[in-house]
């Protein structure tokens, strides 16, 4: 009788031999993979000390939704998409996707017409998105060519609604434009996503750490960053990261 290491060891995922129904915040065969994890925390090295080494599961994206999205998605989809083609952009060029995901909107835009696309949302009347309550850092390492997401969330006062949009980069050129002459509060939180995710976010007007030390090496919340950072003196006795202490497994 194989056990769960034996079933991994095959490339066989058991999560889709389980019903979804029973398995939290999962989308079943739905959406894009982008990576089978193994253990809590994904550790590749031994440095899982969760007790969850036999633990298997799905990472995946949302795929992209067909019309019609529901509700007032629609109204926001039309009026975005007729918008940019009256400032001569094709849609299809700005907006790479839009995902319908847990009863919330996102549109998912080419970075190079994120600026564009965040002026159209904040100054259209029937859109009239006018505050952006900062953006987070996401980090996919087997998210090949798109490895660092910035997610922003964007709120209408106006019409009461909420929408996100969300640009990809790779790693290999981090660069995405700053919504700070769109959305000025973005500022601190540009500033706090270069500081941990190492995203450049071009024409901050001072694009410069935040949290870390200023000759801080690396971002810390990166999937890449070692596990408990750098290792710790305490009274003499030098105190290993957890990703080089023992494994349970």
């Known amino acids: ?20 129904e029973n398995l939290p915040g999962q989308r079943g065969d739905g959406g894009e993979e982008i990576r089978v994890q193994r253990g809590m925390f994904g550790a590749g090295n031994g440095g899982d000390t969760s007790g969850y080494g036999g633990l298997v599961r799905s ?12 509700g007032w998605f629609d109204e926001v989809a039309d009026e975005l998409e007729g918008a940019l083609e009256e400032q001569d952009l094709l849609p299809g060029n700005a907006i790479g996707k839009t995902v319908v995901d847990r009863d919330e909107l996102t549109f998912h835009i080419e970075r190079e017409h994120l600026v ?3 002026t159209t949302l904040r100054d259209d009347p029937a859109l009239r998105f006018e505050l952006c309550t900062g953006v ?9 060519g798109r490895e660092l997401h910035a997610v922003y ?26 919504l700070v002459s769109v959305y000025p509060t973005n500022d601190w939180h540009e500033r706090e ?5 190492g ?8 694009l410069t ?10 971002h810390p919340q990166r999937k890449d960053y070692p596990l408990g950072g750098i290792p710790v003196e305490y009274k003499g006795a030098r105190i290993p990261a957890p990703d080089q202490r023992r494994s349970y497994s």
Do not use: C
Request: hydrophobic content about 30%; charged content about 25%; aromatic content about 8%.
């Open 1 to 20: 009788m194989s056990d769960a290491n034996d079933t991994a060891g095959d490339g066989v995922n058991p999560e889709k031999d389980l019903s979804a």
């Open 59 to 70: 990472v995946r994206l949302p795929g992209a939704s067909n019309r019609p999205y529901g």
């Open 116 to 118: 564009r696309v965040a």
């Open 136 to 144: 987070s850092g996401v980090h996919y390492p087997s998210d090949k």
């Open 153 to 178: 969330h964007l709120r209408s006062i106006t019409h009461n609604r909420m929408i996100r949009l969300e640009v990809s980069a790779p790693d290999g050129d981090p660069h995405i434009p700053s």
């Open 193 to 197: 996503t270069y500081d941990f995710f």
């Open 199 to 206: 995203i450049v976010f071009d024409g901050h007007p001072a």
């Open 209 to 218: 750490r935040i949290l870390m030390p200023d000759d801080w090496q690396g």
